[in-house]
């Protein structure tokens, strides 16, 4: 971070690569049900993979919230 960069133009950088990361996880999701769906939905390694996808956002949320 520059020195000359103001917290309100560093928030709106970082938010923007936030909204960014929100966005493009969920067209990786979309792939991931759809890789999913043609598998005849019977991969429980996917399944175990949206598992620890979904821990990890618990932890984001919970960071987001002060809920450590």
């Known amino acids: 971070m520059k020195r000359d960069t103001t917290a309100g133009i560093e928030f709106a950088q970082r ?12 067209a990786s999701l979309e792939e991931h049900r759809e890789q999913f769906d043609a598998d005849g939905r019977t991969d429980w390694a996917l399944v175990s993979e949206l598992g620890e996808i979904e821990a990890q956002l618990t932890e984001v949320k919970n960071f987001i919230n002060n809920k450590e």
């Open 15 to 26: 938010e923007k690569r936030v909204n960014e990361l929100l966005y493009s996880l969920l």
